[in-house]
């Protein structure tokens, strides 16, 4: 009778340059969290401003922040083991923060009302989202333009058919109104797949 072997599945080792700066952050060795800060601070900004066109400003205060959420979180003993780099855990707290100030705007600026939640649902379900990827949804949206906003708006908020849409907006056809809300859902797309798949 064959024996059948089994191999036990191995958690990812945390690389040993990773293992270094946790244990000193844990330690409370502020060289090792500024030499961490000037290595990753370039790269960071040039992606803020890439994925989520943050100008540099902005960008710095995230990284900051993000810094020190980091810091914090491996001296309270809340990393003990990553599944990825120690930098793609603290570009992901930066992404995480870069959303919640971008939808912070968006409601400031009152782009996308609250009262719109149900169109948002149907157009992460037409987009193929989950609903956890809403905050991303309402940042992209608030970057279209007025006019593209209200073609949204109109269709899947109020339901209007595009013939009415069209004479709303003073659209010369159908056909118009038809293809910008196209382009507006590739934009969307391409938008949320950027910054929810491609970014760290």
């Known amino acids: 009778m064959k024996t059948i072997r089994t191999e036990a599945v ?7 340059q990773d293992m270094v700066y946790v244990q000193a952050f844990r330690g409370g060795d502020s060289r090792a969290l500024d030499k961490f800060y000037l290595n990753h601070r370039r790269e960071f900004i040039q992606w803020a401003d890439k ?3 943050l100008d540099m400003e902005e960008a710095m205060d ?17 990393i003990s083991q990553l599944n990825a780099s120690l930098k793609t855990y603290f570009f992901g707290i930066g992404k995480n923060l870069i959303l919640k100030k971008i939808a912070r705007k968006k409601a400031e600026n009152n782009c996308w009302p609250e009262t719109y939640r149900r169109a948002e649902s149907e157009l992460l379900l037409e987009l193929n989202c989950q609903e956890e990827n809403e905050e991303a949804l309402v940042a992209g949206l608030a970057e279209l333009s007025k006019r593209n906003q209200s073609i949204l708006k ?7 058919p595009l013939k009415d849409i069209a004479q709303q907006l003073g659209y010369d056809s159908v056909d118009v109104v038809k293809n910008q809300k196209v382009r507006c859902m590739k934009y969307l797309k ?7 798949v491609c970014a760290y």
């Open 62 to 78: 995230i990284y900051q922040d993000a810094i020190l959420i980091l810091y914090e979180n491996i001296k309270k003993g809340k």
């Open 51 to 53: 994925a989520f066109r």
């Open 10 to 16: 191995s958690r990812p080792q945390m690389h040993h």
């Open 190 to 196: 391409k938008l949320l797949e950027d910054k929810l």
């Open 154 to 160: 109109l269709y899947y908020y109020h339901q209007l």
